[in-house]
């Protein structure tokens, strides 16, 4: 079936440093990825929709120079978190759309990237 | 504007006993409605999901559940709960559309008890 592979799969770095994380779509293309933020115990919280080949949309409340985001090709989509801060930890999951929607599901789901910012 | 409130942020069940998980939404359009597992540090997987057609849906893993219009819910239910079900649950909403872009509720993890 579809798979979808982000990776680092957890990443610990000292503040200030930017951090960039891949999202792939192994066998499909995907035209559309989105990005999802998870505090402990909450939910998933979408952050942006990437579009291959144009800007990222992004929620109300994402800061844009602070989450960049890449959609360079229909495999790969990155966020780059950038200078970032203790507040900027948190679980960071990446999804991507088969447009011909096999497996009969919207999204197929990385396995998401722990961000720890000390 | 589409949302999803899931009633019950912790549910405990004995092995073997039934479990029921409860979602409800609102939406303005008619709604696709998901229902996916994450289990520690790992990402979403698809349980089942409903689009159109019949309202009582099955998916993986024996669960299943059924959309009510009229109640606007989509509720979670498996007869006999299994010690690997412990996760956490989320229901969610897209619109017929079909963008593809989800909003969740706010998870309901479920624990079994031996």
């Known amino acids: 079936g579809a798979v979808v592979s982000q990776h680092p799969s957890r990443v610990i770095c000292k503040s200030g440093t930017s951090v960039k994380i891949e999202c792939r779509s192994l066998d499909f293309q995907a035209t559309t990825m989105f990005w999802y933020r998870q505090f402990p115990k909450q939910s998933l919280m979408l952050m942006a929709t990437s579009n291959e080949g144009s800007k990222a949309t992004y929620e109300q409340g994402v800061e844009k120079d602070k989450f960049l985001i890449n959609h360079a090709s229909l495999t790969l989509s990155t966020l780059t978190v950038t200078s970032a801060h203790p507040e900027d930890s948190s679980f960071y999951i990446c999804s991507a759309r088969d447009p011909i929607d096999r497996g009969n599901q919207p999204q197929h789901f990385g396995d998401g990237t722990r961000l720890s910012i000390l | 504007a589409q949302s999803v409130t899931q009633l019950g942020s912790h549910v405990s069940v004995s092995e073997g006993a039934l479990v029921l998980l409860r979602c409800n939404y609102s939406?303005?359009?008619?709604?696709?409605l998901f229902w996916y597992v994450q289990y520690p540090n790992q990402g979403l997987q698809l349980l089942l999901k409903y689009t159109t057609g019949a309202t009582l849906v099955k998916g993986i893993n024996g669960f299943e559940a059924e959309f009510k219009k009229s109640e606007t819910s989509f509720h979670l239910t498996k007869p006999s709960a299994h010690m690997s079900d412990a996760a956490e649950y989320f229901c969610a909403v897209s619109g017929s559309s079909n963008t593809g872009k989800l909003i969740f509720g706010q998870g309901t993890t479920l624990q079994v008890k031996p």
């Open positions: 939406s303005s359009v008619p709604p696709y």
